[in-house]
């Protein structure tokens, strides 16, 4: 197993190669398509602005890459913005088509009386198979890390997803579908349960 971890210039790449490093995996950083021939699975963190993040990929000539390694059946994580660029879009940056793997939208969290924008602490997420695949060892609704404004809103049934309630308001936490795992939470910042879930991931 060889674990490459996207770089385009931003995100939250050194927290997430520090928690692959707790797990006892050293990855190996992706900057080009051409490196992806030496991973066998492929982690991208997400932190920043939807289109910021699309547009950086596009500069490394990795949007199509990416597209044609989950086309394959490839293993992917995407993290935070890593999950939502799977989209159609984003209201974040309507101009900016995401890689369209994933039927749907980003929306902005509505405002309301007492709800603070972002997202930002602990919540938990109902998986769609509790204690199986990717969430074996995590039980009925483990606690996860969030920072964020923006989330998907799936509309393709062939993706299962975890559930998470925020101030009233349900979204994916994450969607999963053969390999491709990808999440609004991040498991880097989220201890045991997060470490557990990059293992899983990774069939350690």
Request: with cysteine.
């Amino acid at each position: 197993m060889n674990v490459g971890l996207v770089d385009y210039g931003g995100g939250n790449l050194r927290s997430v190669a520090n928690a692959l490093h707790a797990i006892g995996v050293d990855p190996k950083i992706i900057n080009t398509p051409e490196e992806l021939a030496d991973v066998t699975h492929v982690i991208l963190p997400g932190q920043g602005e939807f289109g910021d993040v699309i547009r950086q990929l596009q500069k490394r000539n990795l949007v199509s890459a990416l597209r044609d390694w989950i086309a394959a059946g490839k293993p992917y994580f995407g993290i935070c913005v890593g999950y939502q660029i799977l989209f159609d879009g984003s209201d974040e940056a309507p101009e900016v088509p995401g890689l369209g793997i994933v039927k749907g939208r980003c929306s902005r969290f509505s405002e309301a009386e007492g709800k603070k924008i972002p997202q930002m602490g602990w919540n938990g997420a109902t998986p769609p198979d509790a204690g199986q695949g990717y969430w074996k060892g995590l039980g009925e609704e483990p606690y996860f890390y969030f920072v964020h404004s923006y989330f998907p809103v799936v509309t393709d049934p062939e993706w299962a997803v975890a559930e998470t309630d925020y101030a009233g308001e349900k979204f994916a936490a994450s969607v999963e579908k053969g390999k491709v795992l990808a999440c609004q939470f991040h498991p880097e910042k989220s201890q045991d349960a997060g470490l557990t879930l990059l293992k899983n991931f990774l069939g350690l």
